[in-house]
C-alpha cells in the first residue's frame, strides 16, 4: 500500500524568509508526485508535479520541489515567501500505472506567513 | 479553464437527515472523484466514478453513496446522516490515461456539512 507524510502539520515563518515544507512517500512500484495548495474557502490547485526527467520541478508562485528516489521524498521549497503564500499544502501521490488517477494525499501543512 | 461546481458551500443538516451533495464538471472528463477533509488527516476518498453508471468505493464509503446517471454530475448520498460527517466535502475530477497523463485533479470549492 502506498502512503503519504508530511513531516510538519504547521510552519510559521516570516515573510520573504525561505520555506521548505517536507513530504516523504511510501511505495512498492512507481509514482507520479504532486503538490497541492489550498488557500481559505477554497478548494484544491495544483502547485506542481513530477512525472519523470529532472527531479528539480517548478510550479506556480515561485515554488519548486525535488524529488529525491533514494529517500523517497518530494520537498517542497520557495526562497522568498509572501503573506499571500499562507494556506495549506498538500502532498500527494498517484501509481503510474493507476488508469483512473485515484490520489493518495498526506495530512496537510499549514503554512503561515507573518509580517 | 476547468470548472467544478458544487451545489452549496455551506450546510446544516440534522442527525437521520438524508443529504444530498451535488458536484458538476464542464469539461467532459470521465473521472470524478469525493473526498473528505478533516483536520489533520488531509484528505481522503470516500468513492469515485470512471463513467456513467460506474462507481467504485474509495478508502472511506461506509455510510455513504454515489449516483452518477449523467457524466457531468456526480452526487454523493449520506443516507442516514451522523454527527460525526460533519467534515468539509470535496469533489473533483480528471480525464483518464493514457490520454491524460498528466493531467491533475480539478477540485470544487468544497462543501462545509455540519450535521447536528
Known amino acids: 500500500a502506498q502512503s503519504v507524510t508530511q513531516l510538519d502539520s504547521q510552519v510559521p515563518v516570516f515573510e520573504e524568509a525561505p520555506v521548505e515544507l517536507r513530504c516523504n512517500y511510501s511505495?512498492?512500484?512507481?509514482?507520479?508526485l504532486f503538490w497541492y495548495v489550498q488557500y481559505p474557502n477554497q478548494g484544491l490547485q495544483l502547485l506542481l508535479k513530477?512525472?519523470?526527467?529532472?527531479?528539480l520541478v517548478k510550479g506556480i508562485n515561485g515554488f519548486e520541489a525535488e524529488f529525491n528516489k533514494s529517500q523517497t521524498s518530494f520537498h517542497l521549497r520557495k526562497p522568498s515567501v509572501h503573506i499571500s503564500d499562507t494556506a495549506e499544502y498538500f502532498c500527494?501521490?498517484?501509481?503510474?500505472?493507476?488508469?483512473?488517477?485515484?490520489?493518495?494525499f498526506g495530512q496537510g501543512t499549514e503554512l503561515s506567513v507573518k509580517p | 479553464d476547468v470548472k467544478v461546481t458544487q451545489s452549496s458551500r455551506y450546510l446544516v443538516k440534522r442527525t437521520g437527515e438524508k443529504v444530498f451533495l451535488e458536484c458538476v464538471q464542464d469539461?467532459?472528463?470521465?473521472?470524478m472523484f469525493w473526498y473528505r477533509q478533516d483536520p489533520g488527516l488531509g484528505l481522503r476518498l470516500i468513492y469515485f466514478?470512471?463513467?456513467?453508471?460506474?462507481?467504485e468505493k474509495g478508502d472511506i464509503p461506509e455510510g455513504y453513496s454515489v449516483s452518477r446517471e449523467k457524466k457531468e454530475r456526480f452526487s454523493l448520498i449520506l443516507e442516514s446522516a451522523s454527527t460525526n460527517q460533519t467534515s468539509m466535502y470535496l469533489c473533483?475530477?480528471?480525464?483518464?490515461?493514457?490520454?491524460?497523463?498528466?493531467?491533475?485533479?480539478?477540485f470544487g470549492d468544497g462543501t462545509r456539512l455540519s450535521i447536528l
Open positions: 473533483a475530477s480528471t480525464t483518464p490515461r493514457p490520454e491524460g497523463l498528466d493531467q491533475p485533479q480539478h
Open positions: 511505495s512498492s512500484v512507481s509514482v507520479y
Open positions: 513530477y512525472l519523470s526527467g529532472s527531479t
Open positions: 500527494a501521490v498517484t501509481l503510474i500505472y493507476n488508469q483512473g488517477g485515484k490520489l493518495i
Open positions: 469539461m467532459d472528463h470521465e473521472n
Open positions: 466514478s470512471y463513467d456513467v453508471k460506474m462507481k
